[in-house]
């Protein structure tokens, strides 16, 4: 596994418990959870798959090794107080030393903001966003 994202929602939020946001694979696997909407099985989570290119597998790569190396801390608390809802989104990777790294990320709304530039290391603020362009924006 190169890397894998979960995140846990509590709270006032569809759907609550845990998601799969993101897990590749080194053989350039990739998987995700995303939430229907519409249909049949509205409200339902679906397991997704796409096959990732080599270079996108090293762009994410490059970003895992930089946020390594500007990562001051593991663990994000939340910029606003607790209202509804409550996310906990779990990073979780290889370091260059072969350990596995996780970083944890408390945010007290549904969504991470990641133009709050200040607060997240630039590396880890890019790699979301490629990963939710890869992901289709889901």
């Given at each position: 596994m190169v890397v894998e994202i979960k995140v846990r929602a509590?709270?006032?939020?569809?759907?609550?418990?845990?998601?799969?946001?993101f897990r590749l694979f080194r053989s350039g696997l990739a998987e995700f959870?995303?939430?229907?909407?519409?249909g049949e099985r509205k409200n339902e989570m679906q397991r997704k798959s796409i096959q990732v290119d080599e270079s996108d597998i090293l762009e994410i790569g490059r970003l895992l090794r930089e946020l390594e190396?500007?990562?001051?801390k593991r663990e994000y608390p939340p910029n606003v107080p607790m209202t509804d809802v409550r996310t906990t989104t779990t990073?979780?990777?290889?370091s260059s030393?072969?350990?596995?790294l996780t970083i944890i990320l408390y945010e007290n709304d549904s969504?991470?903001?990641?133009?709050?530039?200040?607060k997240y290391?630039?590396?880890?603020?890019k790699l979301f966003i490629?990963?939710?362009?890869?992901?289709?924006?889901n």
């Amino acid at each position: 596994m190169v890397v894998e994202i979960k995140v846990r929602a509590e709270g006032v939020v569809s759907p609550p418990g845990e998601t799969l946001m993101f897990r590749l694979f080194r053989s350039g696997l990739a998987e995700f959870d995303v939430h229907n909407l519409t249909g049949e099985r509205k409200n339902e989570m679906q397991r997704k798959s796409i096959q990732v290119d080599e270079s996108d597998i090293l762009e994410i790569g490059r970003l895992l090794r930089e946020l390594e190396i500007s990562l001051h801390k593991r663990e994000y608390p939340p910029n606003v107080p607790m209202t509804d809802v409550r996310t906990t989104t779990t990073l979780t990777y290889k370091s260059s030393t072969g350990q596995n790294l996780t970083i944890i990320l408390y945010e007290n709304d549904s969504a991470i903001d990641f133009t709050a530039k200040q607060k997240y290391p630039e590396s880890m603020r890019k790699l979301f966003i490629k990963i939710g362009n890869m992901r289709g924006g889901n």
